[in-house]
């Protein structure tokens, strides 16, 4: 699941080249990701899951590193598999 959320941050302008090598605590915000770059990486991850995001998880924290990106994601998938 981390190298699916590495692929879909590679695909936004501010870690092309380089989402490789984040690691799974980097602060995402800090490194350059903004409000126009989270709504992106939430669309690719709804996609690539087939998950959707609710507005309780629509917020910072859940978008601030790929630990935090993947518990979200493994929580909605964990919710659609029940």
């Known amino acids: 699941m ?3 959320i590495r692929e879909i941050l590679g695909a936004n302008e501010a870690f092309a080249g380089k989402a ?3 690691s799974e605590d980097d602060s995402l915000f800090d490194l350059g990701l903004d409000s126009f770059g989270s709504v992106q990486l ?3 991850l709804e996609e690539r899951f ?5 507005d309780e998880l629509l917020n910072r924290k859940s978008f601030s590193s790929i ?3 993947r ?11 029940a």
């Open 2 to 4: 981390a190298q699916d």
């Open 20 to 22: 490789d090598q984040l």
């Open 42 to 44: 939430m669309l690719g």
């Open 50 to 54: 087939s998950i959707e995001f609710p």
């Open 67 to 69: 630990r935090a990106i």
């Open 71 to 81: 518990e979200a994601v493994s929580t909605l998938i964990q919710q659609e598999a």
